[in-house]
């Protein structure tokens, strides 16, 4: 009886020691698979704009819980691909992001700010469509 108990006390320990080391993990894996994401995917919208693909713009923007590839507009796509944003993590992106020209250049700059309760990122899109990301 003494050895269930042990071993019971001994889970519980494992737990309550284990439990925040586990969950700040998940926080940043999550926060650095959501940035490298939008970072493709934003790079994959500049090409397609630059290569006119389908004849169409290519953007980036966020609605609701996802991150979204899309042509034409983002309220109106002819094509979307999606991303769901982890719950822990926030994305605070107020603009949609179009390239419309063969220089890969956007309609206009962004800073996108990727957050969970631990950690913030920072991913930014100046007017030449350099993509830049700050821990």
């Not at 998940?26 to 940035?35: F, G, Q, V, Y």
């Not at 220089?103 to 700010?113: F, K, L």
């Amino acid at each position: 009886m003494i050895e269930i108990i042990l071993v019971i006390a001994l889970m519980l320990i494992l737990l309550v020691v284990g439990g925040p080391v586990v969950t700040n993990f998940l926080a940043k894996s999550n926060l650095n698979s959501t940035t490298n994401y939008l970072f493709m995917t934003i790079s994959k919208a500049q090409t397609y704009g630059m290569s006119r693909k389908n004849d169409e713009n290519w953007g980036v923007c966020v609605q609701a819980d996802q991150i979204v590839l899309f042509s034409g507009t983002c309220t109106s796509p002819t094509f979307t691909e999606t991303y769901n944003i982890p719950k822990n993590v926030t994305v605070g992106f107020d603009n949609d992001l179009i390239f419309s020209n063969l220089r890969g250049e956007p309609d206009n700059e962004v800073n996108v700010t990727l957050a969970t309760n631990l950690q913030t990122k920072t991913l930014s899109v100046n007017s030449a469509g350099g993509i830049n990301i700050q821990e």
